[in-house]
Structure formats: structure tokens, C-alpha cells
């Protein structure tokens, strides 16, 4: 066994584990207990394991990626920069909010790759393409750090988890649906499907895929634009995808899991921000049993040649919008102090190495 594997497995594969160490396979749950339901790090702390298997696990750390930076913005949202094993840097992101029922919204953004393949314009992430995929047990390492995170703010446990850091998820599903289901299970870590969301460019045959799976996992589909020929411009994927697809996929999922969609809409200045873009989208979105948008005002990244949109155009957008039944939410601007857009922070980490 390979100590430095261990966290992405399931109870199941933990239990294969322990057992060809010759361990009772219920040390299986105990060993899940400690690391994923207390998250501990330290074997020695893991007291009720036998001796033997907390040596075993001594042998080299259980993590395989160390925080380089953590930059928190003082208005709710802390971003780590992650190391992993090979000298990647990844990123995560935690974000405070009050509930609606005034209890604390904790939320963790994390990612699924190292780079990105899809190679949108106004994003940080593909600036670099891909560099590779994460492990299952690299992405749930990210959890780990937050965790340190929330510990040291004497915070409880995440409330919400968003597949929206750098990466596509769905490009690398296999391992995202591993780490999704360790994260979720009641001996993982324990977050409700419905408390878990999955942002993904628009692939078709992923999102039918992703609701053939019998999770009920949030669905964000960033759309950003309102034609082919727009969208193509801004999301290079978009030649084979095509935006109808893409409509017609997260309708399946709506009706395969009775999940409610939701449309992100990155905002760039001159170019998907019009009134007659507003009116387009509500329209593409009329069958839907109920639209709900995310509006998000974007992030200048240096190089794009895209800008901001005004804050005119942010509020006319939304009213449109929501006069035509459309249920509108615009992300506040956070974090934009730390670099809180998509790989941001990590673009600027890896152009200063
Ligand atoms: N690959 C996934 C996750 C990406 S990040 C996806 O495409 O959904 C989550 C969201 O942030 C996406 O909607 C993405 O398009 C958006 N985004 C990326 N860079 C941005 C920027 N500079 N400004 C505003 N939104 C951005």
C-alpha cells in the first residue's frame, strides 16, 4: 500500500487496503472516520487503529500538497495556492456568507485540473492549457487546506461545495465523479449532494452522462452568450458543442435528476452585454421550467482584450432579464483583491517562477 493514495478512495477500496495488510475489514471505517469525517492528518492521532497501521501510515505524510500562499481578502473569501507532489500549483478558494437563515454560508470553490483545455478568452485558466488532470485524492486534498482554514477561523464544517475553480470538470470525469462520491458519502465526507455544485463549459454528452450517475448535484452551465457565433468567439469549444446542445442537455438533466439548472453568464463589456443579448437569453431559455442566471460582471485578465462591463450595462442586463421571468442573481464582485477570478493567482505564481 502507498500511504501518500489513500485519500480519494472509497470505504470499499479502504477496506481492500487494510484487509491485504491483514487488518479486519472494519478498520476500514475507522481509517474513513478519521480521514475524512475529522479530516486528521496525523496518524498517531488515529488512536483506536491498531498499532501497526498507524506505523504504517507514519511512513510518509498523507497529504501530497502543501499551501503556498494563502491570501485572505478581508471581505470573506480566502484563496490558497496549492503545491501538489510534481510542483503544479492549483488553487481554492473559501467563501463566508450569511445563510439565509443567518447561520454562517460556507462555501469552498475547488478545482479539477491543473490548467485548462477549453480556452476561453476572458478566463485565467487556460491561459497556459492544460498542464494535467487531479487525481481524486488531489482533489479532495483542497479540502484538507480550506479545512486548516475554517479551523483556524473557528468555523464548523463547509456548508456548500463548487466545482467552479480552474479546469473543466467534466473533462476529467472520471476522477471528479470518484472524488464526488467520497466527498458526499455519509463515510466520506459527508456534503449533501444538493449542497454540492458542478460548473462545467457546456459538454453535452458529459452533462447526460453526469445526471445518469443517480447523484442530485447541482448543475451551472456557463452559457456567456446568446448566439453560436458569440459564444464560439468567447469558448473555443463552443464549434462542436453548439449552444442548442448544450440547452438541450441541461434540460435532460433538469428532467433526469429534477435538479434546477442554472445559466452563468460572464458579463464582457461590448460583446455578449447588450439589451438585445438580454432579450436573446430569455428567450433561449423560455422552455425551461425555471431559468435561474447567474450574472457575473467579469474579471479583466491581462492579454484577453476584453473589459468590464459597465455597471449600466450589469443593472439594464439583470432588468431585462428578470422582466422577461427570468430569475436573476448577480455575483457580487469578491475576492477580486486576491485574485479570486479563475486562476488568477495561480497564472501570477507561475509567470514569477
Ligand atoms: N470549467 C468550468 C468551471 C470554470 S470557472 C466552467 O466553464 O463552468 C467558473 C465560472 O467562472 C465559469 O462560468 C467561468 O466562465 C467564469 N469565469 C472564468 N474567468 C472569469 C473572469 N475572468 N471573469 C468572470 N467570470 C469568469
Not at 10 to 35: I, Y
Not at 169 to 188: E, I, S
Not at 293 to 307: A, D, R, T
Amino acid at each position: 500500500m502507498s500511504v501518500s493514495s489513500l485519500i480519494g478512495l472509497t470505504l470499499q477500496q479502504l477496506r481492500d487496503e487494510v484487509v491485504a495488510l491483514g487488518h479486519k475489514p472494519f478498520v476500514a471505517k475507522q481509517l474513513a472516520q478519521w480521514l475524512y469525517q475529522r479530516r486528521e492528518t496525523d496518524p498517531a492521532r488515529m488512536t483506536n487503529l491498531p498499532r501497526e497501521l498507524r506505523k504504517k501510515l507514519a511512513e510518509q505524510p498523507l497529504l501530497t500538497s502543501t499551501v503556498i500562499t494563502t491570501e485572505d481578502s478581508g471581505e470573506g473569501t480566502t484563496k490558497l495556492a496549492v503545491r501538489l507532489h510534481d510542483g503544479t500549483i492549483i488553487e481554492c478558494v473559501l467563501m463566508e456568507e450569511d445563510g439565509e437563515d443567518g447561520s454562517p454560508r460556507l462555501t469552498a470553490c475547488i478545482s479539477t485540473q491543473a490548467g485548462c483545455a477549453m480556452g476561453c478568452r476572458f478566463c485565467a485558466s487556460g491561459v497556459l492549457g492544460l498542464k494535467r488532470h487531479l487525481s481524486p485524492g488531489e482533489i479532495l486534498e483542497q479540502f484538507y487546506h480550506i479545512d486548516q482554514v475554517l479551523k483556524r477561523k473557528g468555523l464548523p464544517w463547509l456548508t456548500n461545495v463548487v466545482v467552479m475553480g480552474m479546469g473543466e470538470p467534466l473533462h476529467n470525469f472520471d476522477n471528479l465523479m470518484q472524488a464526488l462520491t467520497v466527498l458526499n458519502a455519509d463515510w466520506g465526507f459527508g456534503v449533501g449532494a444538493r449542497r454540492i455544485t458542478v460548473s462545467t463549459v457546456g459538454l453535452p454528452d458529459k452533462i447526460r452522462e453526469l445526471a445518469s450517475q443517480g447523484f442530485q448535484f447541482n448543475l451551472a452551465i456557463s452559457l456567456h452568450a446568446t448566439s453560436d457565433e458569440q459564444r464560439t468567439r468567447l469558448i473555443p469549444t463552443n464549434v462542436a458543442t453548439g449552444l442548442k446542445n448544450i440547452i438541450d442537455a441541461a434540460a435532460d438533466y433538469f428532467r433526469q435528476t429534477r435538479r434546477e439548472v442554472t445559466f452563468e453568464y460572464t458579463l464582457v463589456g461590448g460583446e455578449n452585454d447588450s439589451a438585445a443579448d438580454a432579450g436573446r437569453l430569455a428567450a433561449l431559455l423560455r422552455d425551461f421550467p425555471r431559468a435561474n442566471v447567474n450574472l457575473i460582471p467579469m474579471n479583466p485578465v491581462e492579454g484577453s482584450g476584453l473589459k468590464a462591463p459597465g455597471t449600466e450595462s450589469v443593472e439594464e442586463f439583470s432588468r431585462a432579464l428578470r422582466a422577461a421571468g427570468v430569475n436573476v442573481h448577480v455575483r457580487r464582485k469578491r475576492g477580486r483583491s486576491v485574485q479570486a477570478a479563475c486562476g488568477q493567482l495561480r497564472l501570477r505564481l507561475e509567470q514569477s517562477s
